[in-house]
Structures are given as structure tokens and as C-alpha cells.
Nanobody, 123 residues
Framework: QVHVEESGGGVVQAGGPLRLFCAVS????????MGWVRQAPGKEREFVAG????????HLADPVKGRFAISIDNAKKMTYLQMNMLKPEDTATYYC????????????????WGQGTQVTVSS
């Protein structure tokens, strides 16, 4: 059974940084893509960032480009989301997820999901 667990959420002032962590355990096939999806109250889930297991290439959604960065540690099966210059509109529940893919996946149709971690940005 694949298990995904996020950590690192919290409350931060606008303009500040926050780092999210995600650990995957259990039998995962390779190659795969890990990523982050967020959901704000009353809104649909939104792709944030995805990274490839095979070459660590990544893709960021337009709203977070230049502010967020995603990285992967294959040995530890972990991915990280470094969030800088946070804005109130970044407030959401952030989900980590994993999907069988030969390159970074862009979308919200992941195979396995974590429970989510709340990020609140105060103005």
C-alpha cells in the first residue's frame, strides 16, 4: 500500500517563506512523478508543481513561477515545495501526490494522495 504524507504547513505573513515536505512509503513503481496540488475553500483543486523521478525536471504553474520551487530526493522518496514571497491567495490546503509517469506530470489526476496540509497566508 502506497502511503503519502505531507508536513510543514502553517500560518505565515504575506511575503514570508514556508517549506512543505512530502514522504512516500510503500511499493512504488518507477518512473514516477511527484507533485503538489492545492485547493482553496470553494474552489477546485489546482496543480501547483510537478517533478520527475527520472531526471528531476520540473514544472511550476504560472501563478507560482518565480516564487515556488519543487525538488525531489529519490533515495528518500521525498519531495519538497519551497514557497517564497507568499501571498494571501496562496492560502489553501496543499496536497502531495504521486503518479506513474516517465516525466513530470502536469495536472490533478494523480494515483495516490496525502491527506493535505493547510497553508494560511495572512495579509
Amino acid at each position: 500500500q502506497v502511503h503519502v504524507e505531507e508536513s510543514g504547513g502553517g500560518v505565515v505573513q504575506a511575503g514570508g517563506p514556508l517549506r512543505l515536505f512530502c514522504a512516500v512509503s510503500g511499493p512504488t513503481s518507477t518512473p514516477y512523478s511527484m507533485g503538489w496540488v492545492r485547493q482553496a475553500p470553494g474552489k477546485e483543486r489546482e496543480f501547483v508543481a510537478g517533478v520527475s523521478w527520472s531526471n528531476s525536471s520540473s514544472h511550476l504553474a504560472d501563478p507560482v513561477k518565480g516564487r515556488f520551487a519543487i525538488s525531489i530526493d529519490n533515495a528518500k522518496k521525498m519531495t519538497y515545495l519551497q514557497m517564497n514571497m507568499l501571498k494571501p491567495e496562496d492560502t489553501a490546503t496543499y496536497y502531495c501526490a504521486i503518479k506513474d509517469a516517465s516525466y513530470y506530470y502536469v495536472g490533478t489526476k494523480y494515483d495516490y494522495w496525502g491527506q493535505g496540509t493547510q497553508v494560511t497566508v495572512s495579509s
